[in-house]
């Protein structure tokens, strides 16, 4: 079985400060992994993903994320954070084969202060 | 392309009623997954469907819960009867099944149950 833990359900950055969202997986094989963005009242945006081949993914908006097999880690990072970055943040996680759903971590709420 | 359609956008019933949500998938995606997003358990996978079977409806909370994908480009998600636990909101999304698609959402349809 495959889960997602999303280390802090809430971070508060400055505005202009690095954003760090932390997220481990568990998964029997090599998992496909992904990072979700939700702004209030709206649906799950894809920031970035990572299947195979290079181990750091950039995204939209900024962000990037590295896959670390031996710490089965898939942080996402934004070296400076902006207001419009405070949202719902979402990693998840499925198999790397066809037509499986992924599974979601809990969240992490980003809030920026100016 | 208008994305995935959610129909009704805020739903609000009282216990016992019966309560449809609607889905359009993008239109060329074969697989389909109904999501809950609750305060308390976070996003959690309900049913998916790959080229319009039932594939894994384990997240399906119990008998209550019922979805149907009769073709290519339409699903529903019915719940009969209604409690109040059943608020939330409901998300689908759609993808092509291939390993490391990932799924687009719809903007989800609020449930309310009084």
């Known amino acids: 079985a495959q889960s997602v833990t999303q280390l802090g359900s809430h971070v508060s950055v400055s505005e202009g400060a690095l954003v760090l969202l932390r997220c481990n997986y568990s998964s029997s094989v090599p998992p496909y992994l992904f990072w979700y963005v939700q702004y209030p009242n709206q649906g799950l945006q894809l920031l970035l993903k990572y299947t195979t081949g290079a181990t750091l993914v950039k995204g939209i908006n900024g962000f990037e994320a590295e896959f670390k097999k031996s710490e089965t880690s898939f942080h996402l990072t934004k070296p400076s954070a902006h207001m419009s970055d405070a949202a719902e943040y979402f990693c998840?996680?499925?198999?790397?084969?066809?037509?499986?759903?992924?599974?979601f971590g809990k969240g992490t709420t980003l809030s920026v202060s100016s | 392309d208008a994305g995935v359609i959610q129909s009704p956008r805020h739903e609000v019933t009282e216990m016992g009623q019966e309560v449809t949500l609607r889905c359009k998938p993008i239109s060329g995606h074969n697989s389909l997954f109904w999501y809950r997003q609750t305060m308390m358990r976070g996003l959690e996978l309900l049913i998916y469907f790959n080229n319009n079977v039932p594939i894994d409806d384990s997240g399906m909370p119990e008998d209550r819960f019922s979805a149907k994908m009769p073709n290519a480009s339409f699903s529903t998600l019915k719940i009969q009867p209604s409690e109040p636990r059943d608020s939330a909101v409901y998300f689908c999304?759609?993808?092509?099944?291939?390993?490391?698609?990932?799924?687009?959402f719809g903007p989800g349809t609020r449930l309310t149950v009084l």
């Open positions: 999304a759609s993808s092509f099944s291939l390993a490391g698609v990932p799924p687009i």
């Open positions: 998840a996680v499925s198999l790397n084969q066809a037509g499986t759903a992924l599974i």
